[in-house]
């Protein structure tokens, strides 16, 4: 692949390939999210993370590695760079979500100052028609 600018075709067809468990999000929904000012994305045709900055508090939408690409540092590249690019619009806090069960994701978030704050019961709907539970993260923003 290369590093092509970002569009919402290659957000959905990237979040398609790196959702095995969760419906992916299609190329409406992510138009809907980039058409607010307050979101952005930092990354590439790769991986990226989504985000947005509300009255000082970040929400890390999504963050999403090709599976070609993995085990390369990316995600935690575009971790960081969604965490700098946040700061700069005034997050002084960070929230996100992620299954319970993805120890990858969380091991990142814990690496890079995220803590746990608690669990939402059957939050992920699964495409196998269960529901798993959605761990509840947060962290603060030095300035």
Avoid at 51 to 75: Q, Y
Wanted: glycine share 8%; with cysteine.
């Amino acid at each position: 692949m290369s590093t092509a600018p970002l569009n919402s075709a290659t957000l959905a067809l990237l979040h398609h390939r790196g959702m095995h468990d969760l419906r992916p999000w299609s190329e409406a929904e992510f138009d809907s999210f980039l058409a607010h000012d307050a979101c952005f994305v930092s990354g590439d045709d790769r991986g990226f993370a989504l985000g947005r900055v509300i009255a000082g508090e970040a929400e890390l939408l999504t963050i999403v590695t090709d599976p070609d690409h993995r085990k390369m540092g990316l995600g935690r590249a575009n971790l960081r760079a969604f965490h700098r690019h946040a700061q700069t619009l005034g997050a002084e806090v960070g929230f996100l979500e992620v299954m319970a069960e993805n120890t990858a994701a969380i091991t990142l978030y814990l690496a890079e100052g995220w803590e746990k704050a608690g669990v939402r019961k059957a939050y992920y709907h699964l495409q196998d028609g269960l529901k798993a539970d959605a761990l509840v993260m947060t962290r603060t923003f030095a300035f």
